[in-house]
């Protein structure tokens, strides 16, 4: 789901991805929001949000329990990508760069080498995912 914030949909958000974590689990985890990183390709839809405005297209993303969220601002606007992890599939490009689809979206970002803590954000991400995803009857 792409949408503006506001907090009328805050609700719709946490039926998707489920509500935030409180503060202790946020500490247990190490944080759950990511560095800014570069948004280097999207697709139309985001695209189109993205030429609004000549600064330098950045987000960020939040854990959530039963997905992600990424962020994005443009013209004093948030506009967020819910993906719950069941719609969600991360494929690592280049050697620097991850691409998030989700459904008809997708987001390409940068994360260059010196920026450890993105590829480790990733990997949290990835067991996260692996953690809410229900076992397949063919793995019985």
Known sequence: MLTNYTHNN????????????SLLERVNMNGIASPEMEITKASIQINNLLIL???????????????IIISF??????Y???????????????LNTYSFFKDQYHIKILAP???KEIHQFI??????????????????
């Open 113 to 115: 080498k010196q920026h």
């Open 53 to 67: 405005d000549q600064n330098i297209d950045s987000c960020n993303i939040e854990l959530r329990p039963k997905g």
């Open 10 to 21: 805050q609700k719709r958000i946490n039926n998707i991805v489920g509500k935030p974590y």
């Open 73 to 78: 601002q443009k013209l004093l606007e948030t």
């Open 80 to 94: 967020l990508l819910v993906i719950p992890y069941y719609k969600l599939s991360i494929y690592k490009g280049s």
């Open 123 to 140: 990997s949290k991400i990835l067991s996260e995912k692996e953690k809410n995803t229900p076992t397949r009857i063919e793995d019985l």
